[in-house]
């Protein structure tokens, strides 16, 4: 007799048009290419029909899910009416598969095929998406999640939840209005900025700032009654938040009117990894009542944290572990935007739970995202303590004026190369000047969070850090493992079409 897992049962039952990765077939899944499409397709937001694009797969598999030791082999077709390139989040290839156009490879333009190949080390939660234009925001995006083969015999059963923000508009039209200054709802973002700001957030004045001038508040878990929009009297500092009013917030492509209903048993263990693939929303994953345990940020695994709430900026993910209440019951797993009520989710229930209606706006505003989890955590696999052989401050700048923003005060057209050795520990220092959080993402090799505020410490291993607004300071360090030229830039994508974005070149 053999045991079954519950991830086996799932994958057998649920499945059972798609042969499970088992034993006997991981040999052939290393032999053929897995083949992933650009196209378009057409979901349904709030009842009323969008044309969105996805990555699809010939044999309906949602995304790809692998384990750590073989090799990434995919074949990527371009279906749709434009080029596209398909950027791998998270993952360690040669830099000229790394899917960035232009300085990995040129963009694949339509009916082409490009070719992946290379190894797959590390196991994590990480996800693709497009890396041309803003196909990203068209939903262009899926879970890349590469198992841990140690884990193989865990009972447990995964649960992948990808949230994106969602708009019915044409994202080049809401690129333009914000350049010309429309921005947050209409506001003037011009001169008269901070006043504005005053007038609209004063009861948010007075709220405490938290010691070493990093910009980040001390909020912890608190819920604010302001119902203004865009931007945040902090301590007497504006912040600006959500340039983009969205129409829908997804999880799994659904909103809380039809949201999807993952099966789970009574007393299960569950491990959730969600993925913000959102273009320009930071977010607050809530467990409603459930306590659970964040083990991994960005794949990375991390010293085990406890809690029911975690921030989740853009582009970056939380591997949580749940061990579910016996009985019967509906379980919510919310996420909460930043500085709004709206929210998105999804629910885990168990056979003949009730599910009660959910509404897609909580009853207080969430606070704004900030760096509080992220002083707590440490990386369960940190870099070798070793001093930087080469720093790199790297200044954020810009603003809502003109909608223009940048790297040490250029925009991406204007960028010089920032420069590093293969063999050195090479550490970048952000420093926000700007009145927003960005979250900051390095291609090629993950990075460690190793000071924030101008305090040193071992923190997480990831591959997206936010740096706070008004001054915000994050220090992170790497090691130059990975030869090539890499893409760093801000994930928050209107941001990064605007300018916020440079290059890694590594010498000779
Ligand atoms: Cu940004």
Not at 24 to 41: F, H, Q, Y
Not at 380 to 403: F, N
């Amino acid at each position: 007799m053999t045991t079954l897992t519950r991830r086996d049962f799932l994958a057998t039952t649920a499945a059972a048009v798609v042969a499970p990765a088992t034993m006997s077939n991981v040999g052939r899944a290393e032999e053929s290419a897995i083949v992933l499409r650009a196209e378009s397709r057409t979901i349904e937001v709030n009842g009323k029909a969008a044309t969105m694009l996805q990555i699809s797969r010939p044999d309906g598999v949602w995304g790809v899910t692998t384990e750590a030791g073989r090799r990434y082999r995919v074949s990527l077709e371009n279906h749709l009416g434009e080029p596209t390139l398909v950027h791998w989040h998270g993952l360690m290839p040669p830099y000229q598969q790394d899917g960035v156009p232009d300085v990995s490879q040129p963009a694949l333009e339509p009916g082409g095929v490009y070719a992946y190949d290379f190894p797959l080390a590390t196991p994590g939660t990480f996800w693709m998406h497009s890396h041309f234009g803003f196909q990203e925001q068209r939903l262009m995006a899926a879970p890349l999640v590469i198992r841990d083969p140690a884990e193989a015999g865990l009972d447990e059963q995964e649960v992948v939840v990808m949230l994106h923000d969602f708009t019915f508009r044409d994202p080049d039209e809401i690129l333009a209005e914000l350049r010309a200054g429309g921005g947050h709802g209409g506001m003037d973002m011009g001169e008269s900025e901070a006043d504005a700001h005053g007038e609209m957030n004063g009861g948010m004045a007075g709220m405490e700032m938290a010691p070493g001038g990093d910009g980040d508040t001390t909020m912890g878990g608190m819920m604010m009654g302001d119902t203004t929009m865009g931007g945040m009297m902090m301590g007497g500092m504006t912040m600006d938040l959500n340039d983009v009013e969205f129409d829908a917030y997804l999880a799994n492509d659904r909103t809380l009117a039809d949201p999807e209903v993952v099966g789970v048993e009574p007393g299960g263990r569950v491990r959730l990894r969600i993925i913000n693939a959102a273009a320009s929303t930071n977010f607050f994953l809530g467990l409603g009542g459930l306590e659970g345990e964040l083990i991994a940020v960005d794949g990375l695994p991390v010293e085990p944290v406890r809690g029911r709430r975690f921030p989740l900026a853009i582009a970056q993910r939380l591997d949580i572990r749940l061990a579910l209440p016996a009985g019967q019951g509906a379980y919510p797993v919310f996420a909460y935007r930043e500085g709004d009520t709206a929210r998105t989710g999804i629910v885990l229930a168990t056979p003949g739970a009730r599910i009660e209606r959910l509404a897609d706006h909580a009853e207080h505003m969430a606070p704004p995202v900030g760096l509080d989890l992220e002083r707590r955590l440490a990386a369960a696999r940190p870099l070798a303590p070793r001093p930087a052989d080469r720093t790199h401050v790297i200044e954020l700048t810009g603003s809502m004026k003109g909608y223009i923003w940048g790297l040490n005060g250029v925009t991406y057209d204007n960028h010089t190369p920032l420069e590093l050795r293969a063999g050195e520990r090479v550490e970048l220092a952000f420093r926000n000047r700007t009145m927003m959080a960005h979250p900051m993402h390095m291609h090629g090799v993950p990075f460690q969070v190793v000071e924030i505020g101008g305090e040193r410490f071992q923190g997480a291993m990831r591959d997206t850090v936010l740096v706070p607004a008004n001054g915000g300071r994050v220090t992170v360090a790497f090691d130059a493992v990975n030869p090539g030229t890499w893409v760093m830039h801000c994930h928050n994508l209107y941001h990064m079409a605007a300018g916020m974005m440079t290059t890694l070149t590594y010498l000779g």
